[in-house]
């Protein structure tokens, strides 16, 4: 995590305690010539509305105009992590328990790169998927170390 994101979430996280919410990711990255700093918002149970939203960035921009962390001009976006949640923390992983996710991991596992499957576990060995090969159903173990990226996915 930068520095900046870093400094984000410190401001951030008394304001999410104070709403009841939780922090699901920050990202601070330049599109084009602009700047964006996005803080994906979320309930522990999902479903955050836009009335939530606004109430954090509100709060979150007067903090950030106090502490001033960024020093160029950039655009405050405050809103839910939508269907495709990553999956970041240890919490995260154990809430996806027995949704469907998928999986990029920094070194080919079991021949692979890109996995989407329903994860069954999630533990000290890695997350454990069951997905479909063909027409069957395959087990698999993706060690926590080779884990690039992780989020919920839609089951077509």
């Known amino acids: ?15 999410l305690e104070r709403e009841g919410l939780e922090l699901v990711d920050i990202e601070f990255v330049k599109e084009g010539r602009d700047w964006f700093l996005r803080v994906f918002i979320d309930t522990p149970g999902g479903g955050i509305d836009i009335e939530q939203c606004a109430a954090v960035s509100e709060q979150l921009s007067e903090k950030l105009d106090e502490a001033d962390p960024i020093t160029q001009n ?16 240890e ?3 154990a809430n996806a328990v027995g949704s469907f996710v ?9 021949g692979a790169k890109e996995f989407e499957g ?31 990226f992780a989020r919920l996915a839609i089951d077509f």
């Open 102 to 110: 998928h999986i990029r991991t920094y070194e080919p596992v079991d």
């Open 1 to 15: 995590m930068s520095k900046i994101t870093s400094e984000v979430e410190e401001l951030v996280t008394p304001i």
């Open 118 to 148: 329903y994860l069954l576990s999630y533990g000290e060995e890695g997350a454990e998927i069951e997905m479909k090969v063909k027409t069957r159903k395959v087990k698999l173990v993706i060690p926590k170390d080779k884990i690039a």
């Open 74 to 89: 950039y655009f405050l976006e405050v809103s839910s992590p939508g269907a495709e949640r990553p999956l970041k923390k």
């Open 91 to 93: 919490q995260d992983y």
